[in-house]
């Protein structure tokens, strides 16, 4: 068994024009002042990183990781999840996700759709110059309108939306084989990867490529009542990223699932930060040690009720307090009698 790395801190939720959140030197030294040793950076954020530098200099990523290692953290991974989006949008979607898109793209869905392939694959190569191996993003969704079946979904209609989704994918996992980078998708609502059921749909499209892998997040299926123990068992050799976020559940007469278009506060299922929703995280740890997943645990700050510098230096010492540090031997080796194959054969009557 390996024990997991952490505890980690997704910076996207932080990242701000004031101090100590506007640069990456004041912010990676507020990360580990909060007790942290790795950050997770998101790649859209020019005051932390400046991804096509990141992806062409080997020396600016010598630069950007000495500096996180002076302040104490290490970097961990990058992440795309706002470009990753848009590397497939349904066009419902279209003036939704326009504020994800560099400014000289916005209003033109082809060179959006390019500006975005391009951006996650400057990421990977990032990633690559950093000695990174596992990449965080979003599918994107060309499915997701067409969720619940009324009226019926046409025949053919959600297939097609996953072999484009796949299509689209393809040659960037190729390129992230080329980078040595596993791409993480966050399986998420709002994504046509949101379940299980929809990653195998995606990866039997792609052949079950090597460099698919999962970002697993319990929060994600707390809120979708399904079963977050039993996915880590499941997917255990397909999980390759860990955000530990929590949330709670509670339905009621009035709602449910779809949360009745509230604010999230006054929704049915609510992120809440770490320890104070319904996540049995003793339990999600046991089993990820377990499967011997050896990445980070990466703490995503979402909470509806919490401020999150709280939820943030709160946040740290959770993890640290749920990461179980493997044992090299058996808790009953002290009544081992010692054998031998011989031995063996004779207990059993063999001779």
Not at 57 to 79: F, M, P, Q
Not at 113 to 126: P, R, S
Not at 194 to 208: A, K, S, V
Not at 297 to 317: M, N, S, T, Y
Request: proline residues 5%; hydrophobic residues 40%; charged residues 25%.
């Amino acid at each position: 068994m390996k024990t997991i790395q952490g505890p980690a801190l997704f910076l996207a939720q932080f990242a701000g024009d004031e101090a100590p959140f506007n640069s990456w030197k004041s912010i990676t030294k507020w990360a580990a002042d909060c007790g942290y040793r790795g950050v997770q950076v998101p790649t859209w954020d020019s005051r932390l990183i400046d991804l096509e530098k990141a992806a062409s200099s080997k020396t600016y990523c010598d630069e950007l990781s000495g500096t996180a290692r002076e302040n104490g953290v290490e970097i961990t991974e990058l992440s795309t999840h706002l470009q990753g989006q848009l590397v497939a949008v349904h066009p419902a979607y279209d003036d939704a996700f326009e504020g994800f898109a560099a400014p000289h793209v916005r209003g033109n869905p082809a060179a959006r759709q390019a500006w975005a392939v391009d951006q996650v694959k400057l990421a990977l190569a990032a990633s690559h110059n950093l000695g990174i191996s596992a990449h965080a993003t979003f599918s994107g969704a060309l499915a997701w309108p067409f969720l619940y079946p009324w009226p019926q979904r046409p025949a053919g209609l959600v297939e097609t939306a996953f072999d484009e989704l796949a299509k689209r994918w393809r040659p960037i996992l190729d390129y992230a084989d080329d980078m040595g980078v596993d791409v993480c998708y966050e399986i998420h609502p709002g994504e046509d990867l949101h379940d299980g059921i929809t990653f195998e749909m995606f990866l039997e499209r792609l052949n079950n490529h090597a460099r698919c892998k999962m970002l697993y997040d319990p929060s994600h299926y707390v809120l979708q009542c399904l079963d977050y123990l039993d996915n880590i068992d499941i997917y255990k050799d397909r999980i390759g990223m860990f955000h530990v976020k929590d949330a709670e559940f509670n339905p009621t007469g009035r709602q449910g699932i779809y949360g009745g278009y509230q604010p999230w506060v006054d929704r049915a299922g609510r992120f809440r930060s770490l320890g104070d929703g319904q996540v049995d995280f003793g339990a999600v740890f046991s089993k990820m040690t377990a499967n011997d997943f050896d990445g980070w645990a990466v703490v995503e700050w979402e909470c509806c009720l919490k401020h999150p510098e709280d939820g943030a230096r709160e946040g740290a010492q959770f993890v640290k307090d749920h990461i179980i540090r493997v044992t090299e031997k058996a808790f009953d080796d002290f009544a081992s009698g010692g054998t031998d194959d011989a031995a063996n054969r004779k207990m059993l009557g063999i001779g």
